[in-house]
């Protein structure tokens, strides 16, 4: 007779989620010059959180009335 | 013998201060965009009149976003008044115009001669003229400097002055922008100037008053973006707005002492 035992190993794998600096620069013109500049920057997980990020951004510009060039 | 030489200086000097001379400057605003700035002397005065006409030399960098504060409107001219002074001046009294938002200024500067060491072996031929290099420290900023003593005016664009000839290039050491060169020299202009227009609409105030409101108007705009921002990013937002040569002014200067 053969004795079979079975055995159930559960692993648990952590997923770490690294997040990177994302940024971007606005750089404020008047009469041909910078006037001003502002970097936001944000902890994003991936490239595609970054772009949509930025463009969170620009659209933030849009709604507060600016002109973007 | 030293009568015709003391002659001779009366009559070069005496050509010199009657007639017009106008240099035309090539002055890099930014690194993508340029105009012109066109100095004119006469009988020691001294006007310079940046132009309104910008001319975009490229596309920003694709990361930077661009906001135009102009909204479309023509950027204005902007003027430097002043004289030549003849003693040692300390300082000299500059007038210059400059908008805020929709509000015009014609602001009061007292600028502070800046102390120049000339580099006697350091030439350059600028506009046809032989140029001596100079360099100081201007309102922050460390600026190299090329001056011709054939034009012996005590003068250059922007609110630059001190030297024994007239500034042909000035620019701010390390960077692209912030540049001042000559493209041409005219030592008999017969154009018609007003060496001190007059700017009765426009408020009168002191570079210190102007540049608290410039920095005002300013932060209400860093502000404004800030508040469009959604908080779910959790932005954080640093904020610069000095770019010009003018780094840090004489009053800021007495308070960090």
Redesign the interface.
């Known amino acids: 007779m053969i004795k079979t035992v079975e055995s159930t190993e559960t692993a648990t794998v952590q997923k770490t989620v690294v997040y990177q600096e994302c940024g ?20 994003q997980p991936d490239l595609q959180s970054c772009q949509n ?1 930025q463009t ?3 659209v ?2 849009w ?7 | 013998m030293k009568k015709i030489l003391l002659l001779s200086s009366i009559l070069i000097c005496g050509f010199y201060f009657a007639q017009q001379v106008h240099v035309k400057y090539l002055r890099v605003l930014s690194s993508f965009t340029t105009t012109h700035e066109d100095l004119y002397i006469k009988n020691n005065q001294v006007l310079s009149i940046q132009d309104s006409i910008i001319i975009n030399n490229k596309l920003t960098d694709s990361w930077t976003l661009g906001v135009n504060l102009d909204n479309g409107k023509k950027p204005a001219k902007q003027y430097f008044v002043s004289d030549l002074d003849k003693n040692n001046e300390a300082e000299r009294n500059f007038f210059f115009t400059s908008n805020v938002d929709s509000r015009e200024f014609f602001i009061y500067d007292k600028v502070p001669q800046p102390k120049w060491n000339i580099e006697e072996k350091e030439t350059k031929t600028i506009a046809g003229y032989k140029c001596q290099k100079a360099t100081t420290m201007f309102r922050g900023s460390k600026v190299t400097a090329y001056f011709t003593k054939d034009l012996p005016y005590s003068a250059g664009p922007f609110k630059f002055y001190g030297l024994s000839g007239l500034i042909l290039d000035i620019r701010v050491d390390n960077k692209d922008y912030d540049i001042w060169k000559a493209e041409s020299v005219d030592v008999n202009d017969k154009s018609t100037i007003a060496f001190k227009p007059q700017f009765l609409k426009k408020e009168k105030i002191s570079l210190k008053d102007y540049v608290a409101v410039k920095e005002a108007h300013m932060n209400k705009i860093f502000a404004k973006l800030s508040d469009a921002l959604p908080k779910n990013y959790k932005a954080r937002v640093t904020t610069n707005q000095r770019f010009s040569v003018e780094q840090k002014y004489e009053w800021e200067e007495k308070l960090s002492e």
Do not use: R
Request: net charge negative; proline share 0%; glycine share 16%.
């Open positions: 971007v620069v606005v750089t404020y013109w008047s009469g041909g010059q910078i006037v001003g500049q502002e970097t936001i920057t944000s902890d990020f969170g951004v620009k933030a510009l709604a507060a009335g600016f002109w973007l060039s």
